[in-house]
C-alpha cells in the first residue's frame, strides 16, 4: 500500500470522508462510557468532594490543548520543508480545535479552583503558560487569516507555530520548575498513578474521547477546507456534485 | 457489577453541593463542542452549494 497517495488531496478528501463517520461513533461511544463512570459510577473524593469530577473533561481538554498544538506545529513545519499543501491544510484544521480544548481547559480549571482553592483564577505559571498557549492558536489563526495568498499565509504561519513550541513543556512542567497552586501531575508514566482506580479508567476514557473528537473535527475541517482552496480543479467540481447530490 | 455512585435524581443534580460548578464545566463544554461540529456541518454545506452556484470563484474570501 503506498500511503503517499493519500498526501494528494483529492485522495485525503475522500479517504477521510470514509473515516470521520468512525472517528465521530467512537468519539460518542467513549464519550457515554466516560461519563457513566466519571459522573455515575466513581466514588467522591475525600478531600475534594463532588468537585474533583471536573476532571474527567478538565485533564483530557488540557492534555490535548498540548497535544493538538505539537501536532498542528508538526505538520506546519512539514508543510514548510516540503511545500507540501496538505501538511499546511491540517496545521491550520488544527488551530481552532486546539483553541477551543484551551478555553475548555481554562474554563473548567476556573470552575475547580473557585471550590478548591477559593479563586477562579491565579497567575501562577501553569494558568499563565496556558493563557499563552490559547494566545498562540488565536495569534497564528488571525497571522494566517491577515495573508491573502494562502500558501504565503502557510509558510508565515508556520514560523510562528514552531516557536511557539517552546510554551508546551513550559506548561507541562510548570508544576516542578515552579512553586504553583496547581497540582502536580495526575497520571505519570514513572510513578503509581495518585488518584482510584475507578477515576483513573474514567479519565483515560475521556481521554479517547477527546481524542476521538479531536480527529474528527480536524478530518471535517480539512476537507472544508481543501475543497475551498481547490474548488476550481476538476476533482473538487466533481466532490461538490457528488456531495449535492447526497442530501 | 459496578453500582451507580447515587441513590437519587436530586442528588446527582446537587453533585454534594458542586452542582454549579460541575455543571458549569460539563455543560459548557458540552456546548462548545457540539457548536464546534454544528458550525462545521453548516460551513461544509454552504461551501458545497456556493461552489456549485458559484464556479468561477477561486477560493472563499475567509477560509479559515
Request: proline share 3%; with cysteine; aromatic share 14%.
Amino acid at each position: 500500500m503506498n500511503w503517499f497517495k493519500y498526501a494528494a488531496p483529492q485522495r485525503f478528501y475522500a479517504l477521510s470522508g470514509r473515516l470521520v463517520p468512525w472517528f465521530a461513533a467512537a468519539g460518542v461511544l467513549f464519550t457515554v462510557v466516560g461519563l457513566v463512570i466519571g459522573l455515575g459510577i466513581a466514588p467522591t473524593d475525600a478531600q475534594q468532594g463532588d468537585s474533583y469530577r471536573i476532571i474527567f473533561i478538565h485533564v483530557p481538554a488540557a492534555w490535548m490543548s498540548m497535544f493538538v498544538y505539537l501536532i498542528m506545529a508538526f505538520w506546519a513545519g512539514i508543510g514548510l520543508m516540503f511545500n507540501a499543501r496538505l501538511a499546511s491544510t491540517l496545521a491550520i484544521a488544527l488551530a481552532p480545535t486546539g483553541a477551543w480544548m484551551t478555553f475548555i481547559a481554562l474554563w473548567t480549571g476556573a470552575l475547580w479552583g473557585r471550590p478548591t482553592w477559593g479563586t477562579w483564577w491565579v497567575w501562577d505559571a501553569r494558568l499563565t503558560s496556558e493563557l499563552i498557549l490559547l494566545f498562540l492558536y488565536i495569534g497564528y489563526m488571525a497571522l494566517h487569516a491577515a495573508i491573502e495568498d494562502p500558501r504565503r499565509a502557510d509558510r508565515a504561519s508556520a514560523l510562528l507555530a514552531l516557536v511557539g513550541v517552546v510554551n508546551v513543556p513550559i506548561i507541562y512542567f510548570s508544576v516542578k520548575w515552579w512553586n504553583t497552586l496547581h497540582q502536580g501531575a495526575s497520571v505519570s508514566l514513572s510513578k503509581a498513578p495518585t488518584i482510584a482506580t475507578t477515576m483513573l479508567v474514567g479519565m483515560l476514557v475521556m481521554s479517547l474521547a477527546f481524542w476521538m473528537y479531536c480527529i474528527a473535527v480536524a478530518l471535517m475541517r480539512t476537507r472544508t477546507l481543501l475543497l475551498d482552496r481547490e474548488r476550481h480543479t476538476a476533482w473538487a467540481r466533481q466532490a461538490v456534485h457528488q456531495g449535492l447530490g447526497a442530501k | 457489577m459496578m453500582n451507580l455512585y447515587w441513590s437519587s435524581w436530586s442528588e446527582f443534580l446537587a453533585m454534594g453541593g458542586y452542582g454549579l460548578y460541575v455543571w458549569g464545566s460539563f455543560g459548557v463544554t458540552a456546548v462548545v463542542l457540539l457548536a464546534e461540529v454544528l458550525a462545521l456541518r453548516a460551513r461544509h454545506r454552504n461551501l458545497l452549494r456556493d461552489a456549485h452556484d458559484n464556479p468561477e470563484i477561486e477560493r472563499s474570501e475567509h477560509e479559515t
